[in-house]
T-cell receptor
Framework: AQSVTQLGSHVSVSEGALVLLRCNYS??????LFWYVQYPNQGLQLLLK??????LVKGINGFEAEFKKSETSFHLTKPSAHMSDAAEYFC?????????????FGQGTILTVHP | GAVVSQHPSWVICKSGTSVKIECRSL??????MFWYRQFPKQSLMLMAT?????????EQGVEKDKFLINHASLTLSTLTVTSAHPEDSSFYIC??????????FGQGTRLTVV
């Protein structure tokens, strides 16, 4: 079984500041890891994914995440926050094979960006 | 990227009635579709996995007779909430994938049962 823990249900940063959203996972097999963003009353948009290639993954809108197996972490970062980054962010884990795409989500982190 | 369309985007229904939600893959064949439910201020929880032409596999605690899932074609899956009650009010989101690809999400359906 897999699980995901997102540390911090709410994160608040100033515009231009570093964004760091934390995600730790648990998986009995090599995981596939994802970060999604959700705006109110909308579906999920994929920011980036780790699929066992490079451990540092670059995504859309300037976001990136680093897979650290020793720490079972996949934290999301962005060097400089923009007002449009305010949304809810979900970390998710999947396994491969026929279950690829079947996601277990973390609890979500609401990112607030102050002017 | 691949496009998944969900319909309707929102629906209000009376308690005791049934509601059907459609999930379509517009530019790829969806051999597998996933249905999630998201209660207010909560995360997404997988309800069921459906493979084209097969019966859906439901997660523990999800009533298969209440949430009917049909995946009769490679581009369409439907979720029918039967005899809906206020506690079924939620945001329902589907995702779809082809073999060997990642899953793409629809825009979700806000169901309100009054």
């Amino acid at each position: 079984a897999q699980s995901v823990t997102q540390l911090g249900s709410h994160v608040s940063v100033s515009e231009g500041a570093l964004v760091l959203l934390r995600c730790n996972y648990s998986s009995s097999v090599p995981p596939y890891l994802f970060w999604y963003v959700q705006y109110p009353n909308q579906g999920l948009q994929l920011l980036l994914k780790y699929t066992s290639a490079a451990t540092l993954v670059k995504g859309i809108n300037g976001f990136e995440a680093e897979f650290k197996k020793s720490e079972t972490s996949f934290h999301l970062t962005k060097p400089s926050a923009h007002m449009s980054d305010a949304a809810e962010y979900f970390c998710a884990v999947s396994v491969g094979g026929t279950s690829y795409g079947k996601l277990t989500f973390g609890q979500g982190t609401i990112l607030t960006v102050h002017p | 990227g691949a496009v998944v369309s969900q319909h309707p985007s929102w629906v209000i229904c009376k308690s005791g009635t049934s509601v059907k939600i459609e999930c379509r893959s517009l530019d790829f064949q969806a051999t597998t579709m996933f249905w999630y439910r998201q209660f207010p201020k909560q995360s997404l929880m997988l309800m069921a996995t459906s493979n084209e032409g097969s019966k859906a596999t439901y997660e523990q605690g999800v009533e298969k007779d209440k949430f009917l899932i049909n995946h009769a074609s490679l581009t369409l899956s439907t979720l029918t909430v039967t005899s809906a009650h206020p506690e079924d009010s939620s945001f329902y989101i589907c995702s779809a994938r082809d073999e060997g690809t990642e899953a793409f999400f629809g825009q979700g359906t806000r169901l309100t049962v009054v």
